[in-house]
């Protein structure tokens, strides 16, 4: 096929996802929301009570709170490093040429939960893997924005999940939350060791969950370790983001460019949202 007009098809669809703003959080959702639970206010901002909030998990380029803030235009109520048991990290979900070969996504390991059963088990996480990030408490304006942002349900699916919180301090914090049990005292697990309730995002298509990964670009990995940083995830899960980034990772790819690019425009504008 003629590649300029591909470029044609493909260049305003991608920027029309990237303004997309889901019109009813319901609508995506399969289920409805859990209660909400505020996760440690490593990183807050005051909030209105009255309005309904989200529990997020990100572990992708939403890690950076930049991105969060500076390109997409949202202002997250808390956030803290947190980590995901019985998941994987994948780079499942296909890009394309012009921007980025693919992007990350998490799937459920072999014991793990899956969208129908979102427990988590003291036997499950020991012997099964994990997936750090961020879990951000967004209020539902901004949650719907980052559902149409990034394309849900078509290169997205909403996957309820539980996740562990904890206070990074790039060392080994996560990997201790991982093992605790008990405690309500609200600072890295819930009771039960169960941690909190919230919503990440999967591959959208059954043949990605199923199929190879994509390896990503310097560029995109490079914003990950960027957020993995900031928050001061488990130093063992950075080291395995940045050996990625070593043998892995093709080269090109726009993410930190247009991370950069949004940071510009921000400090112009005096962040006046």
């Known amino acids: 096929p003629d590649q300029s007009m591909s470029r044609r098809r493909v260049v305003p669809w991608l920027l029309s996802l990237a303004l997309l703003r889901a019109p009813d959080v319901a609508h995506a959702l399969s289920a409805s929301p859990p209660p909400p639970q505020t996760p440690p206010p490593l990183s807050s901002a005051s909030s209105s009570s009255s309005s309904k909030c989200y529990n997020y998990f990100a572990y992708g380029s939403n890690m950076a709170s930049a991105t969060m803030t500076a390109l997409r235009g949202l202002r997250p109520l808390a956030s803290s490093a947190a980590v995901l048991p019985d998941h994987s990290l994948r780079f499942n979900v296909p890009g394309d040429g012009l921007l980025e070969p693919s992007w990350a996504s998490v799937e459920p390991t072999a014991t793990g939960a899956d969208d129908g059963d ?14 750090h990030g961020v879990l951000y408490r967004l209020t539902e304006e901004d949650f719907s924005r980052v559902l149409g942002g990034e394309g849900v ?3 997205y699916r909403v996957h ?3 996740v562990l919180p904890y206070e990074g301090d790039g060392g080994e914090a996560g990997k201790r939350a991982l093992l605790r049990r008990g405690g309500d005292d609200g600072n890295a697990v819930g009771r039960n060791g169960e941690g909190f309730r919230a919503y990440t995002l999967r591959a959208g298509r059954e043949g990605w969950r199923t199929g190879p990964d994509v390896p990503p670009s310097a560029s995109y990995l490079k914003v990950l370790i960027r957020g993995a940083r900031e928050y001061k995830l488990d130093r063992e899960y950075t080291a395995e983001l940045e050996e990625m980034l070593g043998l892995r990772a093709r080269r090109g790819g726009m993410a ?5 690019t949004a940071e510009r425009f921000s400090s112009l504008r005096g962040d006046r949202r």
């Open 153 to 155: 349900p078509f290169a």
């Open 118 to 131: 979102d427990r988590v088990t003291a036997n499950a996480l020991m012997r099964c893997g994990a997936v």
């Open 256 to 260: 930190e460019i247009m991370l950069a």
């Open 160 to 162: 309820r999940c539980r």
